[in-house]
């Protein structure tokens, strides 16, 4: 069997040269890169298309989560989060990442992440995609995993009145409950169902069913409240939504 191919992302200079280190003495795998920062990261692992991918998650430009969202279907097959902080864990599990390691990581740990990966890559079909007339991909989440008040709550995508932009996190407004998620407007876009949900400005998506009513405003804009009594702007640069609100622009 042929040594899995393995890139190194992390912008610590010591924590990816011990990780390149025991690679170098497995017999199972092989460095194929390093990178030290998010966007040559993408580059790398476009060109490289290793088997495996050792990626930290807070680094300077894009987060290893946001790599990840870059690289799409490109992404590698199988993937191991490092991180400083445990509470970046469930970053790890919202991308079904084969394990994730906290640093200092210890070589005991390493071997059981290694352990985990031969599994994954072992199974059948991990990096083929399935066959026509084979199983569909999987559709959007149900829930959403998020930290709150020191636990990991899960959010029913169905209960879900808007979401708002919040620097680098967005908010998932629940009815009288808020909670704070580390994702991109971007990226929360394109994991909710396009059949419900629709983005109506740079900084605000709205579930359909919970809009109560639109008013026009200047300028093509329009003022939308919500079920729950919050108000949003749907902005002049996303009139082309209206249809999805059921208005005819």
């Known amino acids: 069997m042929s040594p899995i191919r393995t890139i190194v992302v992390d912008d610590e200079p010591l924590a990816r040269e011990r990780l390149t280190i025991w690679l170098a003495r497995e017999s199972g795998f092989v460095v194929v890169g390093e990178c030290s920062q998010g966007e040559e990261a993408v580059e790398v692992l476009r060109r490289e298309r290793p088997g495996l991918v050792f990626l930290d998650v807070q680094m300077p430009g894009l987060t290893g989560v946001q790599v990840l969202e870059a690289l799409g279907a490109d992404a590698p097959p199988a993937v191991v989060f490092v991180t400083a902080h445990e509470h970046f864990a469930v970053d790890a599990f919202e991308v079904q990442a084969v394990d994730y390691l906290l640093k200092p990581v210890s070589r005991e740990r390493f071997k059981t992440a290694l352990e985990r990966v031969a ?34 709550v899960f959010v029913p995508v169905a209960d879900i009145d808007w979401v708002g932009s919040a620097d680098n996190y967005v908010e998932l407004h629940v009815g009288a409950q808020t909670f704070l998620m580390r994702e991109t407007m971007t990226a929360i876009t394109q994991r909710l169902p396009a059949d419900r949900f629709v983005r109506i400005s740079r900084t605000a ?10 008013e026009p405003l200047f300028h093509g804009e329009y003022s939308v409240e919500m079920i729950s009594g919050a108000k949003l702007t749907l902005s002049r640069s996303h009139r082309d939504q209206l249809p999805r609100l059921g208005v005819r622009a």
């Open 119 to 152: 599994k994954r890559l072992a199974a059948p079909g991990p990096e083929a995609p399935p066959p026509p007339g084979g199983p569909a991909a999987p559709g959007p989440p149900e829930r959403l995993s998020v930290k709150h008040n020191g636990r990991i």
């Open 205 to 214: 998506i709205v579930q359909v069913g919970r809009v109560r009513h639109l």
